[in-house]
T-cell receptor, first 112, second 115 residues
Framework: QKEVEQNSGPLSVPEGAIASLNCTYS??????FFWYRQYSGKSPELIMS????GDKEDGRFTAQLNKASQYVSLLIRDSQPSDSATYLC????????????FGSGTKLNVKP | EAQVTQNPRYLITVTGKKLTVTCSQN?????MSWYRQDPGLGLRQIYY???????DKGDVPEGYKVSRKEKRNFPLILESPSPNQTSLYFC??????????????FGPGTRLTVL
């Protein structure tokens, strides 16, 4: 079983819509969760981190964490074509807090 | 400018020919890490280092070596590359200060092809 699972997509949304990206993780004791954005041919960049149950908002981005159901999601409001990228979910587990586990990423296409 | 640099950016080599991919950061970060990225498998951690002379295995360390003799540098060594090590490699670094431990800064990537 993979530590982190994501739907590979592509997820297509029209410009201005809300994009919803989901991620599940296997280690119930995980406490640190991250969303990275990766443009084609580029390196990943951190856009959100979340540690507590509930929502965390940063501009058009909202991360949602539900530890009981072991999922973390990323909402992108007012999606723009420039948001088109692959979004990677990453988790740190208590088994080794120095290691990061990444999902395989969800490709998002925002259509003008 | 704060950055992580990797060299070379592209490399085509043959099976068994030793190679080194260099990684350097100018942010005085303690933590450095190497990942490989393959289609459908995402980013997988190869090795990481908590500080000078402190390294540990990630999830896919077989066939790789690393060293951390200086804080800013963390080279990845493939002693005898094989075709299954054809991949996109990323180096990353982060500070271990409590307020910023989890923000990893990634290098631009090295695309390696082993024939």
């Amino acid at each position: 079983q993979k530590e982190v699972e994501q739907n590979s997509g592509p997820l297509s949304v029209p410009e201005g819509a809300i994009a919803s990206l989901n991620c599940t993780y296997s280690d119930r004791g995980s406490q640190s969760f991250f969303w990275y954005r990766q443009y084609s041919g580029k390196s990943p960049e951190l856009i959100m981190s979340i540690y507590s149950n509930g929502d965390k908002e940063d501009g058009r981005f909202t991360a949602q964490l539900n530890k009981a159901s072991q999922y973390v999601s990323l909402l992108i409001r007012d999606s723009q074509p420039s948001d088109s990228a692959t979004y990677l979910c990453a988790v740190k587990t208590p088994r080794n807090f120095n290691k990061f586990y990444f999902g395989s990423g969800t490709k998002l296409n925002v259509k003008p | 400018e704060a950055q992580v640099t990797q060299n070379p950016r592209y490399l085509i080599t043959v099976t068994g020919k030793k190679l080194t991919v260099t990684c350097s950061q100018n942010m005085n970060h303690e933590y450095m890490s190497w990942y490989r990225q393959d289609p459908g498998l995402g980013l997988r951690q190869i090795y990481y280092s908590m500080n000078v002379e402190v390294t540990d295995k990630g999830d896919v360390p077989e066939g790789y070596k690393v060293s951390r003799k200086e804080k800013r540098n963390f080279p990845l060594i493939l002693e005898s590359p094989s075709p299954n090590q054809t991949s996109l490699y990323f180096c990353a670094s982060s500070s271990l200060l409590a307020s910023s431990t989890d923000t990893q800064y990634f290098g631009p990537g090295t695309r390696l092809t082993v024939l």
